[in-house]
């Protein structure tokens, strides 16, 4: 194993010789020394950070390919263009995907196989063929690396039900280290994500979650026409290309049509559209043909846009997370960017509207006892069960969480031992998607907070995610105004009863972590319930609060 002196100069060698990258960025170096010591990482790093170099360097350096799932193969083609053009067979990627042949792929494990390309770009689809996983494990890989990893978590807003058999999948080629990736992971999707993966001890890395070249900026408007008025004073100001961010699909098509009614001309992007139109929107605004792009949270993943000069939302996100990742697409190539928040307080109706109904029981005990006469594919389950592939696979996932399903060789499901019987099954899957809703509502109730918050936006936004701003960031519209100052000032001279990221229980919501003060108030984020804002002197006069040990 290679001696920690000298992982700096070889990777700073690496970067330069193969990749033409002159030095490494903040938040990069740490984590790839975790991945040449062959442990488990999880890493948080904003859009536009320089992810993908954290496996690519290091797969430089280590024995075998490097296998790297990701969920969209436009964003597998961007990255496997970037490597190749180098014509370097040290970082040569291919890929083995629906887009290609029985010939292509088989001639892409050749090529691992005689060492003549090192990155093996697969979707999980793939490795669901236990020949293909046979494949895969022949050429002992010696990382896998999980791009967008949140896309297997619950509470993650891109969720994928094909990702929740990605553990058992790294098992069974051979189970190399494995290193997770995500632009957005607040604590309680980075336990999913570990969960999930089954990741061993992993080390955590959090950082670049401020973003300095965006100036942040929250308008609350009391009726439609000050929100219209808004941001049509903003198109008039700024620079673009820029994203608008809508609540449904009819708003994105009336949004668009209205703005260019009026001058501004915009195109839509949402989830009902045709994929052949949809595509041709994605390229259109990658290539500069389109300034305007109104849109449902579904135009995500797979923007590698640098010059979007703003990103604005015309309703509440449904998260703090989705906001993290919908306005870091603005400034990606490091100059100002702007994002402006417009929400009124009929948003959260519509959010609350969209979180839908819960599970039906019966359905869950239906697919319960069939998996009693496993092992079965899911395919045979969408048969046996006439469920949708993605009701089925939010079922299975429930069900795998209160131990009733396991993932097996060939990635058929079973029923581990000691599992409860199917109508039991059931109602705790049942009573774990109600346990979800209550967490991910409090996350809808944090975005409220941040919109209201007199608070430097920055801080609160980070302290959300876990981490801790020491002071404000000057580029909100909270600092600019002169109020997170006085808040900061405030906060300062205030007792607070425990510190920040210390752990806490409460009589009814059980134990949880202090996330951040605001003046008198406290948010904690509980295990079971969520984020919880307190009031602090009725924490304090009730004694509602007790610091808990940490476990060791």
């Not at 002197?537 to 609060?545: N, T």
């Amino acid at each position: 194993m290679m001696k920690l002196p000298i992982y700096g100069p070889r990777l700073r060698r690496v970067a330069r010789t193969h990749f033409g990258w002159r030095k490494l960025r903040p938040g990069q170096f740490k984590p790839m020394r975790a991945v040449l010591r062959r442990k488990d990482a999880l890493v948080v790093l904003p859009t536009g950070a320089g992810k993908s170099a954290i496996y690519q360097i290091p797969a430089v350096l280590l024995p075998g390919p490097t296998v790297v799932i990701s969920p969209l193969l436009a964003l597998q083609q961007d990255q496997i263009a970037a490597l190749n053009e180098r014509d370097d067979s040290k970082i040569r990627a291919v890929r083995i995907s629906s887009a290609e042949t029985p010939r292509e792929q088989r001639e892409a494990l050749e090529a691992l196989r005689n060492g003549e390309a090192e990155f093996l770009f697969i979707t999980p689809e793939q490795l669901s063929d236990p020949e293909r996983v046979a494949e895969v494990r022949a050429l002992q890989p010696g990382l896998v690396a999980v791009d967008e990893a949140h896309c297997i978590s619950a509470w993650g807003h891109d969720f994928r039900p094909d990702y929740l058999s990605l553990g058992e999948m790294i098992k069974q080629i051979g189970r190399p280290p494995i290193l997770a990736l995500t632009a957005t992971a607040s604590p309680p999707v980075r336990d999913d994500i570990i969960a999930r993966l089954r990741l061993n001890k992993p080390e955590i890395h959090v950082s670049g979650l401020d973003r300095s070249n965006l100036f942040l900026e929250v308008a609350y408007c009391p009726d439609e026409d000050y929100r219209w008025r808004r941001l049509t004073g903003m198109l008039d100001e700024e620079q673009r290309p820029g994203i608008i961010y809508v609540a449904t699909r009819r708003a994105a098509e009336e949004l668009s049509e209205r703005l260019t009614d009026a001058g501004y001309p915009a195109a839509y992007y949402h989830g009902g559209m045709p994929a052949g139109l949809r595509e041709q929107r994605h390229e259109d605004f990658t290539n500069d043909k389109i300034d305007i792009m109104v849109a449902t949270s579904a135009f995500g993943m797979g923007i590698d846009k640098p010059n979007i000069r703003w990103v604005a939302h015309m309703a509440l996100p449904d998260s703090p997370d989705s906001y993290f990742q919908e306005i870091g697409r603005a400034g990606r190539d490091g100059n100002p960017g702007r994002t402006v928040l417009l929400w009124r307080s009929e948003d959260e109706a519509i959010q609350r509207f969209f979180q839908g109904g819960g599970p039906d029981v019966e359905e869950l005990t239906r697919l319960a006892g069939e998996l009693h006469k496993g092992p079965l594919s899911k395919t045979a389950l969408q048969k046996e069960t006439g469920l949708g592939p993605r009701k089925l696979g939010q079922y299975l996932g429930l069900l795998e969480q209160v131990g009733a399903v396991r993932t097996g060789t060939g990635n058929k499901l079973s029923v581990p031992p000691g599992a409860p019987m199917p109508a039991e099954a059931a109602q705790a899957a049942a009573d774990e998607y109600e346990r979800q809703q209550v967490v991910i509502r409090s996350r809808t109730d944090m975005m409220r907070g941040f919109a209201q918050s007199r608070q430097c936006r920055t801080e609160t936004l980070l302290a959300y995610f876990g981490e801790d701003l020491k002071h404000p960031c000057g580029h909100c519209d909270n600092c600019a105004d002169g109020t997170a100052h006085e808040v900061a000032e405030a906060e300062a001279a205030a007792d607070t009863p425990f510190p920040v990221h210390c752990q806490v229980r409460h009589g009814e919501w059980g134990t949880g972590t202090v996330m951040n003060y605001e003046e008198d108030k406290m948010t904690i984020l509980f295990d079971e319930v969520g984020y919880k804002t307190l009031s602090v002197p009725v924490v304090v006069e009730k004694e509602l609060l007790v610091a808990v040990e940490p476990a060791r």
